[in-house]
């Protein structure tokens, strides 16, 4: 066995089973080793998409995911996609072949491009500790949810590797923090004084939705989450929604009131509290986090917790005693968008973005796994479209960038195949990653993509109003012809009307895609647009 079948084969042992990637002379062997070992292979049409798939399949399926990459160009096409998944420490593999002769074409400082966005850089350094390597990697992938560059160079992807080194044990899982048992009583006694604890749960407190209710109904505690863990308290009669920039003025006015705030696996960064906005001069701001040097990182805190979401929230059940009302004895009213009333700004030619997406709202299926992309039309569909759970949105927004929201879809769908996938893109985005269309028809995704169509970077036109606008607008384009190419379902969008052809796709058997271009309303930014540039 030479040394690319052996960190193939071993990756996939490790727990790698789904990989994604463009498959160049450098990493063929690599990825037909995985492939053969049992891992799925996913070909995109382009490495940044192809890591933003991988990206978004660690996050909604809970596993870690695989990357596979040509050495140089194959890497710097990734880039992208490899720094969101980086900035939002998702446990991912980037197996990457590597040129070491300083003369190829190929050859640039894969290491230092690593180091650059955040991610782990290792490498295969010979035949005889090549195994031990690969499943290394994973293993800090898994153990401090990072994304981990595995360099596997040319030179010795051939070489044979020694029987007695041809395996390794797979890593062991990542242990749950327990929490101090100072801290859980510093955090009881607060929770016991408080009259408005909200609780803000994050990416952290994914999976710990029970505990926390229960835990939030013995104090009293309103309960909100963070963009990236939207839905995580779908139904519950207390829940206030996303905290933050897309959050609604009820929602805002209650947060801004609490007397006491814990962020449950939330980072409580600018984005989540609106540059503190959301955090009242008398408020205690308490932080949970299994990773010590998130606490705090982003603000000032009162107490910092070091302990795993779920054990914490237990621990404190068991010592908080008997219920209180809290929060609870106020009317919450009406906290989300959809049911706060607004002017209608639709014309005969164009659909009022919040009325095309209430109206999507109504019509699509409740099981559903939203991707949103970057742009000025991005608070509509994240704030506007209900989701199932905490599963039911992947928002890869850390860096970001625009154009990742189609390849996050396809991510996203193919970890969660009964639900259906909803892709809501910009113009621009939508273009940027077209090519990733025939992915989607490809693979077979019964996915609807809904393009929000303003034939501009929305965000920089109502941002730099007054200004010249020849760099940022640009002529209608026929997005839906565009789909139709790729072999989708489509259909142009201007009314509310237009959209029967979608229930008519829904209805029946869904055997291509369906793309929306919804020629929307472009005269007025969205009302979290000049926040979002604070943060510039």
């Known amino acids: 066995m030479n040394v690319a079948e ?31 070992a049992g891992a799925r292979f996913v070909a995109a049409r382009h490495e940044g998409g192809a890591a933003t798939m991988a990206d978004a399949y660690a996050r909604t399926s809970g596993t870690v995911s695989a990357l596979s990459v040509h050495q140089g160009c194959g890497l710097t096409n990734a880039m992208t996609g490899i720094a969101e998944a980086a900035k939002s420490r998702t446990p991912m593999v980037v197996l990457a072949a590597e040129a070491t002769e300083p003369r190829s074409n190929f050859s640039v400082d894969q290491d230092a491009l690593a180091r650059s966005v955040g991610a782990v850089p290792a490498r295969v350094t010979s035949a005889e500790t090549a195994v031990v390597e690969a499943v290394g990697a994973v293993a800090t992938a898994l153990r401090e949810r990072r994304t981990v560059l595995l360099n596997v160079p040319l030179s010795l992807q051939a070489l044979e590797v020694p029987a007695d080194a041809s395996a390794a044990a797979p890593p062991p899982a990542r242990d749950a923090v327990v929490p101090g048992a100072g801290e859980v009583a510093a955090l009881t006694d607060l929770l016991r004084r408080a009259q408005r604890p909200v609780f803000v749960a994050g990416r952290g407190a994914r999976g710990s939705r029970r505990t926390l209710e229960l835990l939030a109904e013995q104090c009293g505690a309103l309960l909100a989450t963070s963009a990236v863990a939207h839905g995580l308290f779908h139904g519950n009669p207390w829940s206030l929604g996303i905290s933050g920039g897309f959050a609604s003025a009820r929602t805002a006015e209650l947060i801004r009131a609490a007397d ?6 939330c980072a409580l960064n600018m984005w989540t509290i609106r540059h503190g906005q959301l955090i009242g001069p008398d408020t205690t701001v308490v932080q949970v986090d299994d990773d010590a040097s998130a606490l705090g990182a982003h603000r000032e805190i009162h107490l910092g917790i070091t302990g795993d979401v779920h054990r914490t929230a237990t621990l404190a059940i068991d010592a908080l005693g008997e219920q209180r009302v809290g929060y609870r004895a106020v009317d919450v009213g009406s906290v989300r ?64 960038s625009i154009g990742l929201g189609l390849a996050t879809a396809i991510g996203a769908a193919l970890a969660q195949p009964d639900r259906l996938p909803v892709a809501a893109l910009g113009d621009g985005g939508a273009l940027m990653s077209a090519a990733e269309l025939d992915t989607v028809r490809r693979l077979g995704l019964p996915m609807l993509v809904v393009v929000y169509n303003d034939d501009a970077y929305g965000a ?20 839906a012809a565009i789909g ?10 201007r009314t509310v009307a237009d959209l029967a052809a979608v229930e008519d796709w829904l209805g029946g058997p869904r055997s291509a895609p369906m793309l929306v271009d919804a020629k929307v309303v472009a005269d007025y930014p969205s009302w979290w647009l000049e926040e979002a540039f604070r943060g510039h």
Do not use: K
């Open 6 to 36: 052996a960190v193939g084969r071993n990756l996939a042992a490790a727990g790698v089973r789904q990989v994604f990637g463009v498959v160049g002379s450098g990493n063929f062997h690599l990825t037909n080793a995985l492939v053969a």
């Open 460 to 479: 920089e036109v109502h941002h730099f109003g007054g200004q010249p606008m020849d760099t940022v607008t640009f002529p209608p384009t026929d997005i």
């Open 484 to 493: 139709r190419g790729y072999g989708f379902e489509a259909a142009t969008v």
């Open 260 to 265: 006491l705030i814990v962020g449950w696996g």
């Open 337 to 400: 968008w959809r049911d706060v009333e607004y002017d209608d700004t639709s014309t005969a030619d164009r659909i009022d973005p919040r009325t095309l997406t209430i109206a999507l709202d109504d019509v699509l299926p409740a099981e559903r796994v939203l991707a949103v992309d970057s742009g000025n039309f991005m608070g509509y569909p994240s704030a506007y479209l209900d989701v199932p759970d905490e599963n039911g949105m992947c928002f890869t927004q850390a860096f970001q």
